[in-house]
């Protein structure tokens, strides 16, 4: 049998214990149906709701943590005003009037935005009560800072809020195991998280940024920039392949268009443009590129398991890119259009793709010594890819975040290998 908790410290524990009675009853409902009621846990493993539900499933040797509900970024006060909300909805609460004025006190304090009647509603007491707690706190100078401000001109302006997050966890071992990352990210997480296995690469990547250095030195072979793609300096009619990612928004279409006019200024004569692209605007970047440039094939990343887009109804699994060149009639490629990467490859941003596939794009379509142009330049993944297949290839590259491009000069000198994607 697992070790009582009763004992651990509870900081979240406002309410007054029930009675024997009640907790026998409680426990007689657990025993026959199992947790109706899921407990509230913050990332830490405190509890916010449900102390005697965890007691008693602690003492039947229960995993109360089945279904338990984690919430993330908040604050003390947060926290205990939510234990107050879930509480009074849900059952009928006898307090002394002390204990109902330190109650109150903690809610005000919790949600400054809402309205005196709002919270009088949830206690149970008169407005006017509110307001005198409220007028207490301001007196104390305890009251928070407002959600918002208004300037001299009359503008309202909201004060941004700290981030909070919720994720359901199905055991004790989930838990734990999430445990240490939950507690490195809490304040950066937001809303409903579906899928616990983004808080490892989340908590993953926060760790690999904060050993990017600024490195002084790279390849000689390597040229990147921080500017504009517009402002990138490239020599007329000198440039093997373009090998990039696009921004995939719609927005982007008027970049698109330049980039495909420069592009058409850069490459050789049997040069080849190469972009990955999102599905769904695909058909508006095609146009786009079909202004200056020769459409050429389609080929495609597909991944182990299948991603929601963000229109939320459909399920992907695969990523395209598209060839063209300034050459009207079709080229012999000959490549494996379709490709399968084995790694996510998210170390450094969400946006980040696989080097796999970088790799095998710089080696089937440029030859040694080609000089190859990434204008999206990223957390520079293609820049890594020439440097690795080498063979006296070049590169230039540009970003307009300088935090990109120190990334990018990061992994030119800290990555050596790189995996098979076909």
Not at 325 to 350: C, N, W
Request: proline share 6%; charged share 30%; glycine share 6%.
């Amino acid at each position: 049998m697992r070790k009582k908790s009763v004992d651990a410290k509870d900081p979240f524990r406002i309410f007054p214990k029930v009675t024997k009675k009640d907790k026998d009853k409680l426990r007689q409902s657990i025993e026959a149906v199992g947790l109706m009621n899921p407990v509230i846990i913050d990332e830490n493993g405190n509890i916010i709701d449900g102390h005697i539900r965890r007691d008693i499933c602690d003492e039947i040797d229960m995993d109360w943590h089945k279904n338990a509900t984690i919430k993330i970024g908040l604050s003390d006060i947060q926290k205990k005003a939510l234990a107050i909300e879930l509480n009074f909805w849900r059952r009928s609460i006898h307090l002394t009037r002390a204990k109902r004025n330190e109650l109150i006190d903690i809610y005000l304090l919790a949600h400054s935005e809402l309205s005196e009647s709002q919270i009088a509603e949830l206690f149970g007491v008169s407005q006017p009560t509110i307001h005198r707690r409220r007028k207490r706190l301001i007196q104390m100078n305890k009251f928070p800072k407002p959600t918002e401000t208004i300037d001299k001109n009359g503008v309202k302006r909201k004060v941004p809020q700290k981030k909070t997050a919720t994720l359901v966890v199905k055991s004790k071992n989930e838990f734990d195991k999430l445990k240490p990352n939950l507690s490195e990210l809490s304040g950066e997480l937001s809303g409903l998280i579906r899928k616990p296995g983004t808080i490892k690469s989340k908590a993953d990547r926060k760790r690999n940024l904060a050993k990017v250095k600024p490195t002084k030195t790279i390849p000689a072979n390597i040229e990147l920039h921080q500017c504009d793609f517009r402002n990138l300096p490239v020599k007329p009619g000198t440039v093997d392949l373009i090998l990039t990612d696009v921004v995939w928004g719609i927005g982007a279409k008027d970049d698109w268009l330049a980039l495909a006019e420069c592009a058409k200024k850069w490459l050789k004569p049997e040069g080849l443009f190469v972009s990955l692209i999102g599905s769904m605007t695909m058909p508006d970047f095609l146009d786009a590129v079909r202004k200056h440039l020769n459409y050429q094939h389609t080929g495609s990343m597909v991944y182990p398991i299948p991603r929601p887009m963000m229109s939320g109804d459909v399920f992907e699994q695969w990523r395209p890119f598209v060839i063209a060149s300034r050459m009207p009639e079709k080229l012999h490629l000959g490549i494996v259009d379709t490709l399968f990467p084995k790694e996510a490859d998210k170390q450094y941003d969400d946006w980040q793709q696989p080097l796999s596939v970088a790799a095998y794009l710089t080696k089937e379509l440029s030859k040694p010594g080609a000089l190859i142009v990434d204008p999206h330049l990223g957390t520079g993944t293609n820049s890594v890819a020439c440097n690795l297949i080498a063979e006296g290839r070049r590169f230039i590259g540009c970003d307009i975040e300088e935090r990109k491009v120190k990334i990018a000069r990061h992994r030119l000198a800290t990555e050596t290998t790189y995996n098979s994607c076909t």
